[in-house]
C-alpha cells in the first residue's frame, strides 16, 4: 500500500504563493508519473499538473505559467509551486500516483490519492 500524504495548504490574498508538497510512503515513488488535482465545492475533480519519471512537466492550461510541478525522488516527494493565485484556484488539492503507461490527466489512471490539503485564495 502506498500513503500519500499533502501539506503546505492554507488562506492567500490573491496574487499571493504558496508551495504544496506531497511525500510518498514507497521508495518506488521514482518509478511513476505523479499528478496534482482539484476539486472545488460543487465541481468535479480536475487535472491541474502532472511530472512524468523523466522530469517532464504538463499542466492544465488555467494554470500554466503560475503553477510549477517538481519531483525530488531521493525525497519521495513532489512539489506544486503556485505563483499569482487567483480566487478561482480556491479548492482541496489532491496528489495522486498514475498507473503505468495511462493518461496523467485522467483521474480514474491514478491508483492511490492524498487526503488532500485545502487552498483558500481571498479577493
Known amino acids: 500500500q502506498v500513503q500519500l500524504v499533502e501539506s503546505g495548504g492554507g488562506l492567500v490574498q490573491a496574487g499571493g504563493s504558496l508551495r504544496l508538497s506531497c511525500s510518498a510512503s514507497?521508495?518506488?515513488?521514482?518509478?511513476?508519473?505523479m499528478g496534482w488535482f482539484r476539486q472545488a465545492p460543487g465541481k468535479e475533480r480536475e487535472f491541474v499538473a502532472a511530472?512524468?519519471?523523466?522530469?517532464?512537466?504538463y499542466y492544465a492550461d488555467s494554470v500554466k505559467g503560475r503553477f510549477t510541478m517538481s519531483r525530488d525522488d531521493a525525497k519521495n516527494t513532489v512539489y506544486l509551486q503556485m505563483n499569482s493565485l487567483k480566487p478561482e484556484d480556491t479548492a482541496v488539492y489532491y496528489c495522486?500516483?498514475?498507473?503505468?503507461?495511462?493518461?496523467?490527466?485522467?483521474?480514474?489512471?491514478?491508483?492511490?490519492w492524498g487526503q488532500g490539503t485545502q487552498v483558500t485564495v481571498s479577493s
Open positions: 495522486a500516483r498514475n498507473i503505468r503507461g495511462l493518461s496523467v490527466t485522467q483521474s480514474d489512471f491514478y491508483e492511490y
Open positions: 514507497r521508495r518506488t515513488f521514482s518509478s511513476y508519473a
Open positions: 511530472v512524468w519519471i523523466s522530469g517532464t512537466t
